[in-house]
């Protein structure tokens, strides 16, 4: 089990207290706490010791609540700190959990420990059908061997306020497993700039990776999502440049409108621009095509390469390549799929 500066998965006993949210817990609620092993204190408040991993406990109290339908009469929390559970709740300090908010998303914890979180990769093909570099993707084996996709990781990570640990994880991970898979071309690493609030600490991580396994910085992507605020596009801005001095290449996603390329593109200078995949996937409507033949024109201008994200259907490729799109992404070519079967999928292209 690799080991992480988890809050909740630090100490040996954790307690959980149950306070009532009126003048005491509901009366069909404390026998039902009671059989799970809750004591009572002087206050009308329940608690109960527990080992590392409390969740186990809390999941049988939570079902007790829901079973007595005293979900709305009492509130929770979950600390490491002894004196904590026999005093009042105390929302803001930083030893207490709501588990009521964590409990549903300790999966992703659970799996930074046990080492389950993998990369899969989706490649990145020319008009040549010819693989140009891949994109990594997130995704976790649960317990029962069912995968989680990205979206719900990344969802759970911020819940957990963790999504700094696992970005950076996630992030080298990719690296490690490109070279060693011995792939060509591009990696491009999703990076969600928000998450970063020391660059050059962050990048530390990354450059170090990629120095100790012989992958050029150059043919790092970090592909930024869309910006929707101007202090978002400041941020995506410093940190992109940051990058760019480190020797990254750096790619600005989800684009949807030639008004966003004209915003960002002066301001951000990527070396690729990624087409959103809900307008690729109308490019047969006049208005669309128009609207990225312009997108391509304005990218052309500034240096950038074109991506065309979602591709499924072949009439979509033939289209975006009469466009002058460079590069294409989508199910046509290839879903994200596990290093290994990605290595099957280059060798036959």
């Not at 207490?96 to 992703?108: F, N, Q, Y």
């Not at 819940?159 to 640990?165: A, F, R, S």
């Amino acid at each position: 089990m690799k080991q992480f500066n988890l809050p909740w998965h630090l100490s040996e006993h954790y307690w959980i207290r149950l306070d009532p949210k009126h003048s005491s817990l509901p009366a069909n609620l404390v026998p039902l706490l009671v059989t799970i092993g809750m004591k009572q204190q002087g206050d009308g408040a329940m608690i109960i010791k527990t080992e590392t991993k409390w969740k186990i406990v809390w999941d049988r109290i939570d079902s007790a609540i829901q079973q007595a339908g005293a979900a709305d009469a009492v509130d929770a929390i979950v600390t490491d700190t002894p004196e904590a559970p026999h005093s009042k709740l105390i929302p803001d300090h930083k030893s207490v959990i709501d588990p009521r908010v964590m409990a549903g998303s300790l999966w992703v914890g659970d799996a930074l420990l046990d080492d389950r979180i993998m990369c899969y990769l989706q490649p990145v093909m020319n008009a040549k059908n010819q693989i140009f570099g891949y994109e990594s993707f997130a995704r976790i084996k649960k317990t029962d061997g069912t995968i989680i996709d990205g979206a719900d990781i990344v969802a759970a990570s911020k819940t957990l306020g963790i999504e700094h640990m696992i970005d950076r994880h996630l992030h080298v991970q990719a690296i490690m497993t490109f070279a060693n898979s011995e792939f060509p071309g591009f990696l491009f690493i999703n990076f969600f700039p928000g998450f970063i609030h020391r660059p050059a600490v962050y990048l530390e991580g990354l450059s170090e990776t990629a120095k100790r396994h012989g992958v050029i910085a150059k043919h790092i992507v970090l592909d930024f999502t869309k910006s929707e605020t101007p202090h978002d596009l400041m941020h995506i801005k410093n940190v992109s440049e940051y990058g760019r001095s480190c020797g990254y290449s750096v790619a600005l996603d989800d684009i949807t409108s030639v008004d966003m390329v004209r915003r960002l593109v002066k301001e951000i200078r990527p070396d690729f621009v990624k087409i959103d995949t809900h307008l690729v996937q109308m490019v047969l409507d006049n208005g669309k095509r128009e609207t990225i033949r312009i997108i391509v024109e304005l990218v052309h201008a500034a240096g950038g390469v074109v991506i065309a994200e979602g591709v499924e259907l072949p009439e979509i490729y033939e289209a975006l390549k009469l466009l002058g799109v460079d590069l294409f992404q989508g199910y046509l070519f290839s879903p994200p799929v596990p290093v290994e079967a990605a290595l099957k999928r280059g060798s036959a292209v």
